[in-house]
């Protein structure tokens, strides 16, 4: 149970030092101190063994703990988040958000832009779509699918079309542009061929 303790200490500690300047100051010391103690007066049976463990009095003036708290939840957000970014997407000079479908398509897709990113030359079909060649083909399954703006998909397993309309065939779904109205895309996808990357 000591050794526990002392382990359980060490790494909060750790914590409040990495989320301030490196350096552990007398507060933190304090509360290692702290522990230390009621975790000896518990292995040696002293009267404190019946004291809750929420009762132990742990010096915290300026919030070191609170902070460290909030800084090692902040951290793991961030890895969740980069976790959540997946692939991006741009066309021409913007980035746009994009929510990918779960799928073997998508998967093999990422895995293809994870090593260097993939730049396809689209051109405009049909007053309602972007489409271009990705070089290869992944794994398809197809169904027929009504199709809005803002909808990507894979078309006979080596073609990636963007929709700025609509229109109805036999695709894979790859994912929708998110945060853009159906103006927006038409303006951005309507004008003229443009270029994509897809990137890790």
């Given at each position: ?14 914590s409040l030092s990495a989320c301030g300047n ?31 463990a929420d009762e132990i009095e742990i010096p ?74 990705l070089g290869s083909s992944i794994p398809r ?60």
């Open positions: 149970m000591k050794n526990i303790g002392a382990v359980l200490a060490f790494c909060l500690i750790l490196g350096k552990i100051t007398e507060s933190e010391s304090a509360v290692g101190t702290a522990l230390n103690e009621a975790l000896v007066e518990e292995e040696d049976g002293l009267s404190k063994t019946n004291m809750p915290s003036e300026t919030g070191e703990i609170e902070e460290a708290v909030e800084c090692m939840q902040a951290e793991t957000n961030n890895d969740q988040n980069v976790e959540d970014e997946g692939m991006q997407l741009r066309i021409g000079e913007n980035t746009v958000n994009v929510d990918w479908e779960k799928n073997a398509s998508v998967d093999v897709l990422a895995e293809l832009v994870s090593e260097e990113p993939l730049t396809v030359q689209m051109s405009m079909y049909g007053g309602f779509e972007q489409v271009g060649p399954d197809d169904v027929q699918t009504t199709t809005g703006a803002g909808d990507i998909v894979l078309y006979s397993g080596n073609q990636i079309v963007i929709f700025y309309g609509s229109n109805s065939w036999a695709y894979t779904r790859l994912g929708k542009i998110t945060g853009m109205s159906g103006d927006e895309l038409k303006e951005m996808l309507g004008n003229g061929d443009v270029t994509i990357v897809l990137s890790k």
